[in-house]
């Protein structure tokens, strides 16, 4: 079984920063996707950015320049930078990974999810 526990979230003044971690873990063979995920009350949940099966990024037009997403191999552990934030990044944040473990072809996990509110 694959677990995917996110931290990092919290209560943030417009223009600030937080670091999202999402540690992995489990019996992972190969990871094909990793990317964080947000949704707000009355939205649908987002992607706003991802490492794809090619080790390229991408990230969602509203938080390109802001938001940074990186890994730690090692740790298993993927990480979201978010800079100058914003009211509207506020969200329940998910971490999300598509992968294939020694015991189960590829399927999909989800964390937890960790709140980040922005307010002055």
């Known amino acids: 079984q694959v677990q995917l526990v996110e931290s990092g979230g919290g209560l943030v003044q417009p223009g600030e920063s937080l670091r999202l971690s999402c540690a992995a873990s489990?019996?992972?063979?190969?990871?094909?996707?990793m990317g964080w995920y947000r949704q707000a009350p009355g939205n649908q949940r987002e992607l706003v950015a991802a490492?794809?099966?090619?080790?390229?990024?991408s990230y969602a037009d509203s938080v390109k320049g802001r938001f940074t997403v990186s890994r730690d191999n090692a740790k298993n552990t993927m990480y979201l930078q978010m800079n100058s934030l914003k009211p509207e990044d506020t969200a329940v944040y998910y971490c999300?990974?598509?992968?294939?473990?020694?015991?189960?072809?590829?399927?999909?996990?989800w964390g937890q999810g960790t709140q980040v509110t922005v307010s002055s």
């Open positions: 489990g019996s992972i063979i190969s990871t094909y996707f």
């Open positions: 490492f794809t099966s090619d080790g390229s990024t």
């Open positions: 999300n990974a598509l992968v294939k473990t020694r015991f189960k072809d590829l399927s999909t996990y």
